[in-house]
């Protein structure tokens, strides 16, 4: 069965802060893929990245990072220089393809950034 | 890039009456839609899996005959909440595989907020 576990409920930190969220996933299929997304206040889910189970590459794209580990089934992701506008749930989520891509989430972590 | 659309963004109904949702993808089609719930402060519940032209599958424990869910057509999904209750009060988010694409493309509608009185 699938499951991902984010274990920080709430972060606090002040803006510029480097901050990184934590995500274990626990899946028993060799094809997956693995997902980060923002909701803000609105509700509307925002995408920030998708790995597949194949490619353990890190990916930076400006302010974000993400260290994806198979080794330790993690997926962690890094804000660099936080800010307020940063302030949102992150929800990292995982699709196997044996459970026919359906895709289940962490609880999430709320972020706060204080100016 | 794909979108998915939900209507309406907000529904009030009263206690006891069925309110239906609906999920569109607007360019592009979807054999497969996914409804999730969630509760305030909560995470995304995977409900059901809808899938065109047959019968939703649902997840352990969700009612399937509270949560009516059709998929008439490879653009759209209903989900209809019967005889709502003021605990299906919720925020429900649907989303759309692209039937074009790679099984885990799927895209993500802006959600219904429904509250029951």
């Known amino acids: 069965a699938q499951k991902v576990t984010q274990a920080q409920t709430e972060i606090s930190v002040v803006e510029k802060e480097d901050v990184t969220l934590d995500c274990v996933y626990e899946?028993?299929?060799?094809?997956?893929?693995l997902f980060w997304y923002k909701q803000p206040p609105s509700g509307e889910l925002v995408f920030l990245i998708r790995?597949?189970?194949?490619?353990?590459q890190n990916e930076i794209s400006g302010r974000y990072s993400w260290n994806f580990q198979k080794s330790t089934s993690s997926f962690n992701f890094t804000i660099t220089a936080s800010q307020v506008v940063d302030s949102a749930v992150y929800f990292c989520?995982?699709?196997?393809?044996?459970?026919?891509?359906?895709?289940?989430f962490g609880a999430g972590t709320r972020l706060f950034v204080k100016a | 890039g794909a979108v998915v659309s939900q209507h309406p963004s907000r529904v009030i109904c009263k206690s006891g009456t069925s309110v239906k949702i609906e999920c569109r993808s607007l360019?592009?089609?979807?054999?497969?839609m996914f409804w999730y719930r969630q509760f305030p402060k909560k995470s995304l519940m995977l409900m059901a899996t809808s899938n065109e032209g047959s019968k939703a599958t649902y997840e352990q424990g969700v009612e399937k005959d509270k949560f009516l869910i059709n998929h008439a057509s490879l653009t759209l999904s209903t989900l209809t909440v019967t005889s709502a209750h003021p605990e299906d009060s919720s925020f429900y988010i649907c989303?759309?595989?692209?039937?074009?694409?790679?099984?885990?493309?799927?895209?993500f509608g802006p959600g219904t907020r429904l509250t029951v009185t």
């Open positions: 989303s759309a595989r692209d039937r074009s694409g790679i099984g885990y493309e799927q895209y």
């Open positions: 899946t028993r299929d060799t094809t997956y893929y």
């Open positions: 790995r597949n189970s194949f490619d353990e």
């Open positions: 989520a995982l699709s196997e393809a044996a459970g026919g891509f359906k895709t289940i």
């Open positions: 360019d592009f089609q979807a054999t497969t």
